[in-house]
Nanobody, 127 residues
Framework: VQLVESGGQLVQAGDSLRLSCVAS????????MGWFRQAPGKEREFVAS????????YYADFTKGRFIISRENAKNTLFLQMNSLKPEDTAVYYC?????????????????????WGQGTQVTVSS
């Protein structure tokens, strides 16, 4: 499984940005997906996750309606729409995949619940 993120760049506070993550898997809908981020000197933190079909999502409190996670299963692609960006959103953003099984829950903020990770894409928000 390979996950490749893109879309990160330098933006100004208040701007919007959309991140993408393309997964090289046979059946993308067999994976719960998530976004995490890691700022310099800080631990990796959960941003959002989405169900296998894309009809449900789970968000970290700090997103407060600014971020929207979505997926397009026909194109093996995960998205993160980020609006009203703040300097504190500066981080490397990672997408993660969780293989669907009976015992697993896609709505999780625990990074250890995800099986595969991308290399990350840098988002920098200037004030």
């Amino acid at each position: 499984v390979q996950l490749v993120e893109s879309g990160g760049q330098l933006v100004q506070a208040g701007d919007s940005l959309r991140l993408s993550c393309v997964a090289s898997v046979p059946t993308f809908s067999n994976y719960g997906m998530g976004w995490f981020r890691q700022a310099p000197g800080k631990e990796r933190e959960f941003v959002a996750s989405i169900s296998w079909s894309g009809d449900s999502a789970y968000y970290a409190d700090f997103t407060k309606g600014r971020f929207i996670i979505s997926r397009e299963n026909a194109k093996n692609t995960l998205f993160l729409q980020m609006n009203s960006l703040k300097p504190e959103d500066t981080a490397v953003y990672y997408c993660a995949a969780q293989l669907r099984t009976r015992a697993r829950v896609w709505a999780t903020s625990d990074a250890s619940d995800f099986d595969y990770w991308g290399q990350g894409t840098q988002v920098t928000v200037s004030s």
